[in-house]
């Protein structure tokens, strides 16, 4: 079945620093991809979604390109600030959403 | 706008009981699922309604049912309860059934004794 795979947390980073949160995923067809944010206490938050092959989804800085030739979408954004501490899920869809187990960050300043 | 609103916040029942849970979508949206997801871990995908009538359910034992009413409000029950019920369960909703950006509410904590 499908399934989505996350490089396993906590990142933790100083901020200004350079992210990537690595994401693949193994699934039939052609999925939707998507990043969600979680805050602590909070739901799930859409950051950033992309439906086709070589789209580039990105939204508050933070951007993925959906690779089809390696079933990747890997979440970068060039400076993280203390306020994106959160927990970060990769995501797919077909009807409905597949997630992986999410990936915590944490930004020191 | 109201986003997705779940009743429910936080919800304690002990071993055995029955519990209902209770989701408003986004107005317009006419697609509502259901998630569970346990501390530490990504959702897990329960059920899914589009037009009051179930178009998905993800490997969850009959214990767990749920129903779409005509203003597209939702309803998740969960019979004899058990300790490894405890999660928090989102509701989230879309426009329309399919590969759409799903919009989430904060859930409802339920604990089990």
């Known amino acids: 079945g499908d399934s989505v795979t996350q490089m396993e947390g906590p990142v933790t980073l100083s901020e200004e620093a350079f992210l990537t949160i690595n994401c693949t995923y193994t699934a039939t067809g052609y999925p939707s991809l998507f990043w969600y944010v979680q805050y602590p206490g909070e739901g799930l938050q859409l950051l950033l979604k992309a439906t086709k092959a070589d789209d580039k989804g990105s939204n508050k800085g933070f951007e993925a390109t959906y690779r089809k030739e390696t079933t990747s979408f890997h979440l970068e954004k060039g400076s993280v600030q203390v306020s994106d501490s959160a927990v970060y899920f990769c995501?797919?869809?077909?009807?409905?959403?597949?997630f992986g187990a999410g990936t915590i960050l944490r930004v020191k300043s | 706008d109201a986003g997705v609103t779940q009743s429910p916040t936080h919800l304690i029942k002990t071993r055995g009981q029955q519990v209902t849970l209770r989701c408003s979508p986004i107005?317009?949206?006419?697609?509502v699922s259901w998630y569970q997801q346990v501390l530490g871990q990504g959702p897990q995908f329960i059920f899914q309604?589009?037009?009051?009538?179930?178009?998905g359910r993800g490997n969850f034992p009959d214990r767990f049912s749920a129903r779409q009413f005509p203003n597209y409000s939702s309803e998740l029950n969960v019979n004899a309860l058990l300790l490894g019920d405890s999660a928090l369960y989102l509701c989230a909703s879309s426009l329309v059934q399919g590969p759409q950006p799903q919009h989430f509410g904060d859930g409802t904590r339920l604990s089990i004794l």
């Open positions: 309604y589009y037009e009051k009538e179930e178009r």
């Open positions: 107005s317009g949206h006419k697609s």
């Open positions: 995501a797919l869809s077909r009807n409905k959403l597949v």
